[in-house]
């Protein structure tokens, strides 16, 4: 009966761990994302002073390639009998498939990112199904790696909170240029 019991307590164990927001699944994406994120106060040249950007650094990627190039042909006399084979030595190279690559994008800044502000975030990624964990306006690894869904689509694999993004969300007013009349 002692078995039976521990079974029961390990099923219910099991299953609270997999609660109906899928908290077990954010977890395991939280672990994914890097600890350190922030805002750079560097600026790319250009930018206009008073703003802040994110950096998103994409590594390159290289590839090894063994090859077999041919030394001396096999000589073959002519009823085709092979009378020295022929001779290769190996050659390993690596080429880069993808150049690394830096992007700079605008990103809200520090004293945008209140509490309140992220607890906004949380909501609006939590309403694309994108955010599992509760809302508790912290910038945390579940949250960044939530970010990091919805930007990475649109061409920014970025756990930082890029400006547009927060635009998209509605949590940032989009600036229009004014008609003169």
């Known amino acids: 009966m002692t078995s039976k019991r521990a079974l029961i307590t390990m099923a219910f164990l099991a299953m609270s761990a997999c609660d109906a927001g899928g908290a077990l699944q954010g977890n395991v994406d939280a672990l994914r994302e890097p600890d350190v994120v922030q805002i750079r106060q560097a600026q790319p040249p250009g ?3 008073g703003t802040c950007w994110g ?8 590839e090894t390639v063994t090859e077999q190039i041919l030394v001396q042909p096999a000589q073959v006399n002519v009823d085709g ?3 020295s084979p022929a001779i290769y030595r190996t050659e390993t190279l690596q080429r880069i498939v993808k150049e690394r690559r830096e992007t700079w994008f605008e990103a809200p800044c520090p004293d945008i990112l209140t509490s309140d502000f992220i607890a906004s975030v949380q909501r609006a990624l939590k309403a694309r199904d994108l955010y599992r964990g509760r809302i508790t306006g912290i910038m945390d690894a579940r949250t960044r790696g939530a970010i ?3 930007q990475a689509p649109l061409g920014l694999d970025s756990g930082i909170l890029a ?12 600036t229009r240029e004014t008609d003169s009349f």
């Open 163 to 174: 400006l547009e993004t927060a635009r998209q969300f509605g949590l940032v007013a989009i």
């Open 55 to 62: 950096k998103s650094i994409s590594p390159a990627v290289i």
């Open 148 to 150: 990091r869904r919805y």
């Open 47 to 49: 930018a206009p002073p």
């Open 81 to 83: 009998q092979v009378l």
